[in-house]
């Protein structure tokens, strides 16, 4: 993953570029039921739902993988016949997902797991190390609270539950959007707000928690 970030006074746009998956190149949305898995830690696990997560393959089974996110959080991925295999943007089959490659999977999210709608092989990247240090992505820490900062455009009335959970491209793009930014947690859902914005919601990391993003799916600010 190589990712700029473009951050200009309270209120400006957060721009992301270079990221291999692009969000306008995503398409698909997961529809099998996840594995259940305990909850895990930096925010409240919301029922399944599409969302997804960036990181680095480090471990292959008959069913699936594994991968780690650029902070640490292991995350169990199972595929089916209708997962669907990309390079960059290209087509490809299940023959690309190796150890050590950078993915950005999507898919049906529960918790630490997820049902593989679409993997994004992402050559030569990171899995989101650079953008996560850059953005400031704080760890999951047992005990320890989230900081009450935020980062450029956060609605004003804003309280979290608020919107409607929204699925397949929509919900792809707008986790796209939002893990070029803000790399190293899972999204476990998308919320589409009344002003037709979308609240992605990151768990598994202690900040931030709450991505913005607009109608066309450009990061606007995250707390």
Same mark, same amino acid.
């Given at each position: 993953?190589?990712?700029?970030? @473009?951050? %200009? %006074? #309270?209120? $400006? @746009?957060?721009?992301? +570029? *270079?990221?291999?998956?692009?969000?306008? *190149?995503?398409?698909?949305?997961?529809?099998?039921?996840?594995?259940?898995?305990?909850?895990?830690?930096?925010?409240?696990?919301?029922?399944?739902?599409?969302?997804? $997560?960036?990181?680095?393959?480090?471990?292959k089974s008959a069913t699936g993988f594994t991968f780690a996110t650029a902070t640490g959080v292991e995350v169990t991925v199972t595929e089916d016949s209708s997962t669907k295999y990309k390079v960059g943007n290209h087509p490809a089959s299940v023959n690309v997902v190796k150890t050590g490659e950078s993915v950005f999977?999507?898919?049906?999210?529960?918790?630490?797991?997820?049902?593989a709608s679409q993997v994004v092989v992402q050559p030569g990247g990171d899995g989101g190390a650079a953008a996560a240090e850059a953005a400031g992505v704080i760890a999951f820490q047992q005990g320890q609270p989230s900081p009450p900062k935020s980062v450029g455009q956060i609605p004003s009335d804003y309280t979290e539950g608020d919107g409607t959970i929204v699925s397949g491209t929509t919900a792809d793009k707008a986790t796209a959007a939002a893990q070029?930014?803000?790399?190293?947690?899972? +999204?476990?859902?998308?919320?589409?707000? #009344?002003?037709?914005?979308?609240? +992605? !919601?990151?768990? #598994?990391?202690?900040?931030? !928690? !709450?991505?913005?993003?607009? $109608?066309?799916? %450009? +990061? @606007? *600010?995250?707390?």
């Open positions: 993953m190589n990712i700029s970030l @473009l951050s %200009k %006074k #309270s209120g $400006a @746009l957060i721009a992301a +570029v *270079g990221l291999t998956c692009a969000a306008a *190149g995503l398409l698909g949305a997961g529809t099998a039921s996840a594995a259940a898995a305990p909850p895990v830690g930096g925010g409240p696990a919301a029922g399944p739902a599409d969302g997804g $997560a960036t990181g680095i393959i480090d471990s999977v999507l898919g049906l999210v529960d918790s630490a797991a997820i049902t070029a930014v803000v790399p190293g947690g899972i +999204v476990d859902r998308v919320v589409r707000l #009344s002003d037709g914005e979308y609240e +992605v !919601h990151n768990i #598994s990391i202690n900040w931030p !928690h !709450h991505v913005f993003v607009s $109608a066309d799916f %450009k +990061v @606007l *600010g995250y707390e």
